[in-house]
């Protein structure tokens, strides 16, 4: 059977059955002659042709349409052979009714050639019918091997790390089922514009991991392949019209394949193809099927990109929690089971036996100075039971005896609004301690010096009016009692001059010191009553410059009134002392985020922008006036009194071109 099968698949199946129907075809033709000749009437010449032809026809027909049906070709020779059985079977029965004694087929001519091209015709309908089943089962078969290669892929997948060996697989096996000469995973670099031959099957030595397409040319297989979100079938690379063969496939006189994307069809990894050098049709079931295991790939990739991040991530974050000395740790309420990494336990100086998988917190409170461990027990409580966040400092003691200082932070997981986990880090801070402790070390003495330094300076300011009043008025005492000269006269004004002078300094220095110490507590004002009551004060000096002074709408601020009226009077009577005649003034407000920005702007004769910083220096006075009434204090006072309030105080002037001195004050 076997030896006979090979011999008509070698002939070709449709060719016998093609061979077989012309015979009758041709044989029914030649019986028209003999049934002339040998005188049969015309109607049983018609039958007889026509029971003899009429096979014929269908037999060739059956060679014609084989290749249009769903039966695989693979299976035409069956079909020859159930042709030529049939032929043979009644062939055979013709023979042992021609052989019985009585027997004898009376008219052979019509007979044999009608009953077996019957016969023919009914192995044919058999031939059909079995390759069709067999075709389906063969199909059956195959999908059924093409799912089973999915999952066994994505077994693999999930078994293995090495991308590589996955992809080989999957290029071997889908090479394997779809019965074709090569497969390859086409790795897609964007930035260089390639498409690199990373696995595959069938290529020669040195190809794979070599040879590069192009994914961009418009005419490429790739470049329509990635332009698609199904997969490409191409059944004869000849004939095909949509793109040109890669180099790459025509050098290996392949003709058809199928292509597909791996991955997502906006952001794709590569191209999963298999190719034949022989034309193949491929079914629907198959382009799924390459479709499938690009996924199975695409979900490995994917996932090996993750884990590849992840590791990074956890590396870096190892790398950060060690340079931070930051320990973490998590807390299954429910078990009360701990779980900590290496920081924390070399931190809290425990055996990493004592709490590997886990321990109770009990054992993580051991550590704990005694004296913060009922804070400790608090916060954790509070931080399970209300907040849902926990914060807190506190001290470990080393087995040296050295104490460090933690910060401990975690957040409560909920579910279904049972608290169930608590996890966090803890932070050694000890250095931050250190420095925190230095620093409030440092504030106070400073505060103390501060102090110290300004009852110096009121006390030696209240001191000196004593003695300074004496030299007053032992001068004015000579002056009245005794005959001097007008030289005299002169040297005693300039004394009695001086005294005055000292005696204002003092008095301003009293001022200055008493700023911090001596002021009100804030309270609501209204700096337009400040600014009233200040040019009330102002009035002659006003009067006598003949100044104009415009004030915008002043806002109401939280402030002590006597030390704001003490601000406005100084900038004011600045303004009108260091203007020429008929002194402009101009006040404005203007909110700025959460403070009042005051601005009092004069038309003066200007401050040079090397005198701007020190004219906020006590005693400092401008170069031009350094022998005038003044005695540089007023601007010192005024920036104390200012930054008491929260706000600060600046200068902005050119010479000649008048100045605005402008100050904050945070908004009620
Ligand atoms: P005093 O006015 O008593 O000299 P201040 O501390 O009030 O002391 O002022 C310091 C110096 O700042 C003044 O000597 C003067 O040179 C300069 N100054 C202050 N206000 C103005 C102004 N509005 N225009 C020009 N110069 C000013």
Not at 140 to 147: I, Y
């Amino acid at each position: 059977m076997a030896y006979w099968r090979r011999l008509v698949s070698i002939i070709g199946g449709r060719r016998i059955v093609g061979a077989l129907g012309a015979f009758y075809v041709a044989f029914a033709v030649l019986r028209i002659f003999i049934g002339f000749n040998i005188g049969e009437p015309i109607s049983s010449i018609f039958i007889i042709i026509l029971l003899i032809s009429v096979p014929g026809f269908f037999l060739l027909y059956g060679a014609y349409w084989l290749p249009q049906s769903d039966i695989d070709a693979e299976f035409y020779a069956d079909i020859a052979g159930w042709a030529l059985t049939g032929f043979g079977a009644v062939a055979g029965v013709l023979i042992l009714y021609h052989l019985q004694p009585e027997g004898g087929i009376s008219e052979p001519l019509a007979g044999i050639p009608i009953l077996t091209a019957l016969g023919s015709l009914g192995g044919l309908g058999v031939g059909v019918y079995d390759g069709r089943a067999k075709t389906r089962t063969r199909q059956l078969k195959r999908r059924a091997n093409q799912q089973e290669t999915v999952a066994d892929l994505g077994q693999f997948a999930l078994e293995t790390e090495d991308l590589d060996s996955l992809m080989h697989e999957a290029a071997r096996k889908v090479s394997d089922i779809l019965d074709t000469d090569y497969c390859k995973v086409l790795d897609l670099d964007v930035e260089n514009e390639e498409l690199l031959l990373r696995q595959g099957v069938g290529w020669k030595d040195g190809i794979v991991g070599e040879a590069t397409t192009s994914p961009v040319e418009a005419d490429s297989q790739a470049a329509y392949t990635l332009a698609n979100t199904h997969p490409i079938v191409v059944e004869d690379l000849e004939t095909e019209t949509r793109f040109s063969g890669p180099e790459l496939l025509t050098n290996h006189d392949v003709r058809s394949g199928i292509s597909t994307i791996i991955g997502p069809f906006d952001e794709p990894w590569g191209i999963l193809g298999t190719h034949d050098t022989d034309r193949q049709e491929f079914t629907e079931e198959d382009a799924n099927f390459v479709q499938s295991v690009a996924n199975v790939l695409a979900e490995a990739i994917e996932r090996t990109e993750k884990e590849r991040q992840l590791r990074e991530r956890k590396a870096q974050l190892d790398l950060a929690t060690d340079a931070a000395s930051i320990g973490t740790w998590t807390w299954d309420i429910q078990e009360d089971v701990v779980t900590a990494d290496v920081y924390l336990t070399e931190m809290y100086e425990m055996e990493p036996a004592d709490t590997a998988g886990g321990a109770s917190m009990e054992v993580f409170y051991e550590p704990i100075h005694e004296d913060d461990t009922e804070q400790t027990w608090e916060a954790l409580e509070q931080a399970v039971e209300e907040t849902g966040r926990l914060n807190t400092e506190y001290r470990i003691r080393s087995t040296t005896g050295d104490i460090i200082w933690v910060e401990a932070r975690g957040e409560v997981k909920y579910e279904g609004g049972e608290p169930v986990e608590l996890y966090g880090t803890v932070a050694d801070i000890t250095e931050r301690k250190a420095r925190e402790e230095r620093l409030e070390q440092l504030v106070a003495e400073l505060e103390e010096s501060n102090e110290r330094l300004e009852q110096f300076a009121y006390a030696a300011s209240h001191d000196l009016q004593e003695p300074l009043r004496m030299v007053s008025s032992y001068l004015q005492l000579i002056d009245s009692r005794y005959e001097l000269d007008k030289e005299g006269e002169e040297f005693i004004e300039f004394a009695v001059d001086g005294a005055e002078r000292m005696q204002s300094m003092i008095n301003g220095l009293l001022q200055y010191s008493r700023v911090e110490t001596q002021g009100d507590p804030a309270e609501s004002i209204e700096l337009e009553d400040i600014l009233a009551d200040t040019r009330e004060n102002l009035q002659m000096t006003i009067e006598e410059s003949d100044a104009t002074i415009e004030a915008e709408p002043l806002p109401c601020i939280q402030g002590d009134p006597d030390q704001l009226r003490q601000v406005f009077q100084n900038l004011l009577a600045n303004a009108i002392e260091y203007s020429d005649d008929q002194p402009m003034v101009h006040i404005t407000a203007e909110r700025n985020g959460t403070d009042w920005v005051i601005s009092i702007e004069d038309e003066g004769i200007g401050i040079g922008s090397e005198e701007q910083e020190q004219i906020f220096e006590v005693f400092q006075r401008g170069h031009s006036h350094s022998d005038g009434n003044g005695t540089g204090i007023g601007l010192a006072i005024c920036e104390r009194i200012i930054e008491r309030h929260g706000g600060e105080i600046w200068v902005e002037s050119e010479l000649d071109e008048g100045s605005t001195f402008s100050f904050t004050l945070p908004a009620e």
